[in-house]
């Protein structure tokens, strides 16, 4: 009896993550236009996580590699754009 209700309770997951997927293309974008904005969306995300990093960096050589990181990211960003 056990095992019916945790099959239920995972087939209630599987439904509500697929409920919560985005559209694959949202309309009138080309593949693309999709896979320039999923590739913008990570960066901006991987420069918020540097500058939250760079905020709580005290090492000076740190400081150094995330500022890099930080301009390398901040360039990818304007081409993308």
């Known amino acids: 009896m056990a095992r019916g209700w945790e099959s239920k309770a995972v087939e209630e997951q599987v439904e509500s993550a697929e409920q919560k997927k985005p559209e ?3 309309k009138g974008q080309t593949p693309e ?7 913008l969306e990570g960066l901006r995300l991987s420069r918020t996580r540097i500058v939250r ?5 005290t090492h000076p050589r740190h400081r150094e590699q995330l500022t890099a990181a930080l301009t390398f990211l901040d360039d990818k960003i ?4």
């Open 53 to 57: 990093e760079l905020e709580a960096a």
């Open 24 to 26: 694959t293309a949202p």
């Open 33 to 39: 236009q999709s896979s320039r904005q999923r590739e």
């Open 78 to 81: 304007a081409e993308l754009s």
